[in-house]
């Protein structure tokens, strides 16, 4: 019996670091091909008469001294979607609480109606959004600005959506014994929901941050001037020519994402356990 | 556990801020490194002019704008602008070119490689290359 439980481990093992190796693949292999000289590059993804491998035969740091020392148009564009990225976190998390707080906690005429369409809005494809978007700014005089890109980010409906379900959860009697002790409903807020709820915000921040940092579409369509495109654009138009850079650029990307899931994933994973533990 | 756990988050910390003050740095060195390897060049328009006295010209560049190259042939360096991977960078053509009539400072073009609102490169420098991206001079 127990030699057949550890056979049983041993299999769910080797699939867990199986299922892991997969997940780590593309990492380990932008990461390898990054250290590739621009020719070894070359031979092996588009001519093809190099076989696969991952560990370079050329070692090379060409591709990250072109990158952080020679063309600094590659890390303006990484401080580009720095900037947009962040400010639309800062704006998506003011406006989730602050909606998800009204959904959650108060009762209004149209309420119901109201989260219906915030629901309609968030499950609609960013693509159908685009035009009537495009059309609003364009009466507004922002196409071309940082702010198109910016306000349909900060006004997704997705954060609030996803912080009503997490302030949901928090009992009304502990609200009910800070109206008491004198707070008002922005201290309520701050202090007792939004804590509370740190898991939510914690996955809002991570969630919305990969999708900004991701966008491609919207840069494309409302920037138009390409000296204004974040990394995202240049990553998704990588050509033959620059293909050695793309990795590096990729290693380049790959870091805010992996740092904020770093300082975040506590709050996730105790999220998580308190949930459980309800 | 809970040691750990700041040791972790200090060690955390000390790296992200090492990360942001090198990603600064590299920013600030690449934009002097860029500009420092980027030639600059000073451009002029053909102009149209009297030469030698003797009729109007259409086509007249400055006469260091022409330099030899093989076979004795005469080019110019013209600027052109593309776009490029991180927005319009201008860039060097080499245009062979007939010189019509000169005097010591100007030369008169001829051929149909080089249209009249074309920039071209004066004094260009010998290490200049086809295809290099410049950076032009404010006049």
């Given amino acids: ?278 | 556990m809970r040691d750990k756990m700041t040791v972790a988050k200090r060690i955390l910390n000390i790296f992200t801020v090492a990360v942001v003050i090198a990603l600064l740095s590299c920013t600030f060195i690449s934009k002097y490194v860029f500009d420092m390897r980027t030639p600059v060049v000073s451009v002029v328009k053909p102009a149209s002019m009297e030469i030698n006295g003797e009729m109007y010209y259409n086509k007249v560049i400055p006469k260091s704008a022409v330099f030899v190259g093989s076979e004795s042939k005469k080019y110019v360096y013209v600027v052109r602008e593309r776009n490029g991977l991180f927005g319009n960078e201008f860039y060097l053509v080499t245009a062979e070119i007939t010189v019509n009539a000169e005097n010591e400072e100007y030369a008169v073009m001829g051929g149909r490689n080089v249209s009249g609102n074309d920039n071209i490169v004066i004094q260009p420098d010998s290490a200049l290359e086809s295809t290099d991206v410049v950076r032009i001079a404010a006049e």
């Avoid at chain 1, 740091?61 to 962040?86: C, D, H, I, R």
């Fill in chain 1, 1 to 278: 019996m127990k030699k057949k439980s550890k056979c049983i481990d041993i299999i769910i093992y080797a699939v867990l670091i199986l299922f892991g190796a997969a997940a780590l693949f593309p990492v380990i292999f932008i990461a390898a091909s990054s250290l590739m000289d621009e020719s070894e590059v070359i031979r092996s993804y588009v001519v093809g008469d190099m076989d696969f491998h991952i560990i370079p035969r050329s070692f090379s740091l060409n591709g990250y001294l072109e990158v952080f020392l020679y063309t600094p148009a590659y890390l303006m564009k990484f401080w580009k979607s720095m900037l947009l990225s962040t400010v639309i976190l800062a704006g998506q998390l003011v406006i989730s609480c602050l909606g998800g707080y009204g959904f959650a906690k108060f009762s209004f005429r149209g309420k119901n109606v109201i989260f219906f369409f915030v629901i309609i809005l968030m499950m609609m494809p960013l693509q159908v959004t685009l035009v009537p978007n495009y059309i609003v700014f364009e009466r507004l005089g922002l196409i071309g600005s940082y702010a198109s890109v910016i306000l349909p980010g900060v006004f997704s409906t997705f954060g609030v959506f996803l912080l009503t379900q997490f302030f949901s959860s928090i009992p009304n009697s502990i609200i009910e014994a800070a109206k008491l002790d004198g707070a008002n409903q922005i201290q309520i807020l701050c202090r007792i929901i939004v804590p509370y709820a740190k898991s939510g915000v914690a996955s809002l921040c991570i969630l919305n941050f990969i999708d900004t940092w991701n966008m491609v579409e919207q840069p494309l369509i409302f920037l138009k001037d390409s000296t204004k495109y974040p990394l995202s654009v240049f990553l998704a138009n990588v050509s033959r020519e620059n293909l050695s850079i793309s990795f590096v650029c990729g290693i380049l990307a790959i870091l805010p994402v992996f740092l904020l899931f770093l300082y975040l994933k506590d709050s996730l994973i105790s999220g998580i356990e308190n949930t459980n533990l309800k």
